[in-house]
Structure formats: C-alpha cells, structure tokens
C-alpha cells in the first residue's frame, strides 16, 4: 500500500511538496553475502591464531617434496606443510619454508631433526614402503631443548633412534670400523638389545668413535664393569694355537654386531650412565681376558729363520701365556758380517706373580733387573717352538735350560736383552745333516763292487745246480725208481708174513703159550722154594711126595 504525501494547507501551486520519509526494511537478499563474509572472517581468524612459527630446512635435494603439497608428520599426525621451496644461494642445497601448526610450536627448538621419509633400503632394514602411494613427506623427531631456534639441517639418513625412545646411549672407541655399520645390532648373551646408530673418525685419526643405543630395560644390564667387543658373523683365527672358528646369527654374518657382558674377573659395577664411554674390544677373549697392566718389552736375538712368526704370536713359559709378539725385523751385525733378526715381545709381570710398580711389595726397576739376571745365570732363555705342524706357526717359549752359558745382559735400542737358544727344529736340522754326513762316507762304490763279485759267484753256483738237477733226472731218477719197486715187493712179502692166518704167526702163538705154561712153572717153583729152602738140600718130603 502506497503512502498518499501529505499536501500543506498554505502550499501555493507549484511549490514542491514535502514527503515524510518511509520506514524501509532491508530485502533478503542481502543476508547471504553478510553471512558469506563473517563465516570468512571466522576462518580468517582462526587460520590466523591456528598459525604456528614458520621454519627452514635445507637438504640436498628437494627429491620428493612439493611446495603446497608436502606435509610434516609426527607419528602419522600432520603438523605442518611445505609453503615454498628454493635454492640456495651456493646452489649447494635447497631451503624449504614449513609451516607448523600452532600446536606444534613446541617443535621449533635447537635439538629437533627434520628428514624426508620415503622408500629406502638400508642396514638397519626397508623403510617408507607407505609412501609409495601416499606421497614422501617430512618426519620430525621431537627435541627436548628449550632454546628456541627457526632454521634446520635436515637428515639424508632417518635417525635410527629417536629421542622418545627408552633407553640409553654409549659411547665405544676402537681402532677401526670393522665390519660394523648403522644399524648394526647390538647383542647381550646373543639377544639383540639395540643398534648401532653413529660412527666417526677421531680427531687424531688414529681409531673410531662408535655410538650405540640400548633399548630400556636391557640398558639396566650396561654396568662400569661391562665389556664390548666386535661380533662379527665369522671369526675366523689361524695361530700357533691351530686354526678357530666362531660364527654368530646370520643377521650378523651381513650388518656385523656388537656384543657385551660383564666381566668374570671384575667385581659387580654400577649400572652406567647415559654416554658412558667404553673401549670396544676385537674378540670376546680380548674384551673379556685379565687386565695386565703396562708390559714390560724386552728384545730377543734370533740367528734362524722365523718363518711362521707374526706379531700377536704367543710367548709361553711352561705352558703359560706371559706375552706376545709385538714386532719382528732384521739387523745387519759389520763386526762379524752377518744379519739377525730382533723380535720385541711384550711381557706381563703379573702373570708371573709379579705385583705391578706401584702395588705395595711391588719390585723397583733395580729389584726387577736383580730378578732378571738371577733367572738368566739359572739358565732362563727364548726359544722359538713350532706350535702347530699343520699351520706351520712358530711361538715363543721361554723355559730353564742346564747348561746354557750365561751371557751377559745388555740394551739394544732402548730395550733389555733377553737370551735366546736354537729352536727345536734347528736342532733336528743339524742332527740330520750329521746322519747326512756319516750316510755320505759310506764307501759305497766299494760295496757295490762286492756286491757285483757274490753275484758273480751266486751265477756261478746257480749254473752247477742247474748241471746237478739235470744229472739227477737223467742218471738218478730212474734208479731210484727201480729201488722203489723192490721196495714194494718187500712190503708185500712182509705183509704176508705178517697175516693172522700166515704159518709164522701160528708157529709164535704155540711158542708164546708153551712159554707162558714155562713161566707158571718157574713160578710155582719160586714159590715152593721160598717156603722150602732146606727141600734144595734134603729133598721134598716123603709125605709131600
């Protein structure tokens, strides 16, 4: 309905006419865009407070990342994304711009690590097989400074461990790698407990720094008095000892291994801290043998061939391991002409029952030198000994020998003398060249000239035997063969006489009855004269008649 203006009395024709203004309502249309914008502000506003800090990262490459794309994620929750990707001025790397929520500010601090998770096959195992079909993004390891911090070197490699891992690190020196590498296991009596996860040169060159991690609760087990050493997956060992052979887990037969115990010969530890350091040993015998204390080195002349001695050879007094080879060289003597060959041996007064300087009843040097010559003038000397036939390894044995003439002990070298005797098998050496000798003054040519003459004469005598055979066929045989004949009518005729039913044997069974019946006469007789004697005088009897 239309509001009629209101006219003025007094209005004179042609004057403009006043109107009273109308109350006016807003159309419905206006209402979308007005929500539009405040629903746009509200999200204005909440991606503005829902903005985290904003970091850098530089890698080498930017393989795998897209700018927009590329997300962050802390275990499998997105906690930011890419913004920008650009080069460096150096072209030597990449800088990529990541914006973190702001509930991930707490990311941005000075010990936090940055890597690109995608497909890899490494050590410790194949990894980032999801992002096949989801897309490589960026894994972040939560640090735990409080030092805030907005630019990163980013990981080529994933950590092994991160830092919400349970457990502890230590630190192991060696003198090289070995087999050894990241991800490697580490092994408490052969059950796998951690990994390796760094290694480094040392400063001085002159050996590695190997960083491990032990998995909590096994870390307990970590104590002072542990023990590391390399557990290789063959370890293979050929010495005077013979050959041995130690295999581990085909795991590490490929990535290598570290193994520790506690020592036998140590009293129960504590258990380590975090970054204890330890020395990381070759073998399990090595890690886990006596300590010695400082050797005592001492130089040994030997005149023969020590073919089959090496450095790290056994020296053993009466069956007891007491040193070991540490170096083997050769000298020219120009007084006499002639080279020998120095072997420096390393020997453990300990093992002897010699207490170490600085423990109480422990020998000064004199004392030590006194001890020495006295054992020298008992005839203590070094002798090389084959210690395996079949490897053909020499080790050094030190022994009492009688009648050795003592020498006189010097220095060669800044190192004390010890005495040396031939070895064994120098000795069945000249034994043979004498039984060479002796073999070589038999008047052989002589012998054989004997030998040709009985041969002669056997020919000789095999000849008149042959005459002799030939004689006895032809002349002999045949009379012998005539004897015989003569010899077989004999014993037929004998046979003959001698039949049951022959008149002879008739004849001598009559003959051997009459002197039966004689010989019971005769006893009759005997018995009749024994009782009558005085009958060979008188006569029988009348009345016995």
Known sequence: MTQKPETPTNAAPGDPVRRRPSRWLPSLVWLIPIVAAIAGLSFALDSWYGRGPTIEISFRSAEGIEAGKTKVRYKEVD????????????????????????????????????????????????????????GAYIGVDAGRSEERATSFVGLEVPPIVTADTPGKQFVLHAHDLGSLDIGS?????????????????????????????????????????????????????LNADG??????????????GVSFLDSPNLPPGQIAQNDAVFQLADNQEDALK?????PTSVVM?????????????????????????????????????SFR??????????????????????LDAEGRQRLMDALVQRGMRAQLRNGNLLTGQLYVAIDFFKGAAAPRLGHSHGLQEFPTVPGTFDELQNKLAEIVDKIGKVPFDAIGQDLSSALAGMRATMASADKLVQRLDGQVAPEI????????????????????????????????????????SLRQLTDYLEENPQSLLRGKPKEER
Do not use: C
């Open 243 to 256: 050959l041995k052979l130690q295999t581990e887990s085909i795991a590490t037969v490929l990535l290598g």
């Open 79 to 134: 906690i930011g994304q890419v913004q920008s990707i650009r080069l460096a001025e150096d072209r030597s790397h990449v800088i990529v711009e990541v914006e973190l929520t702001s509930d991930a500010s707490s990311f941005a601090v000075e010990d936090s690590r940055f890597w690109v998770v995608k497909p890899r096959i490494a050590a410790s195992g194949v990894s980032g097989l999801g992002t096949l079909l989801s």
């Open 290 to 294: 006596v300590e010695d204390g400082a």
């Open 481 to 520: 063969v005539a004897a015989m004949q003569d010899a077989r009518k004999t014993l037929k005729a004998a046979e003959g006489t001698f039949s049951a039913d022959a008149p002879l044997q008739q004849d001598l069974r009559r003959a051997l009855q009459e002197l039966m019946r004689t010989a019971n």
């Open 185 to 237: 296991p580490v092994y408490f009596r052969r059950v796998s407990v951690g990994q390796v996860v760094a290694y480094d040169l040392d400063k001085d060159g002159k050996g590695v720094t190997v960083r491990v991690f032990v998995k909590s609760p096994y870390d307990s087990f970590v104590t002072t008095s542990t023990r590391f050493w390399h557990s290789s997956g063959v370890n293979l060992k």
């Open 341 to 362: 060959l120095p072997v420096v041996v390393d020997l453990y007064p300990s093992r002897l029952g010699l207490r170490q300087p600085g423990d109480p009843g422990a």
């Open 301 to 337: 002349y030997f005149e023969q061939s020590v073919r089959g001695l090496s450095p790290g050879a056994p020296v053993d007094f009466r069956g007891v391991v007491i040193g070991e080879v540490r170096s083997i060289g050769i000298e020219f003597r120009k007084e006499t002409n």
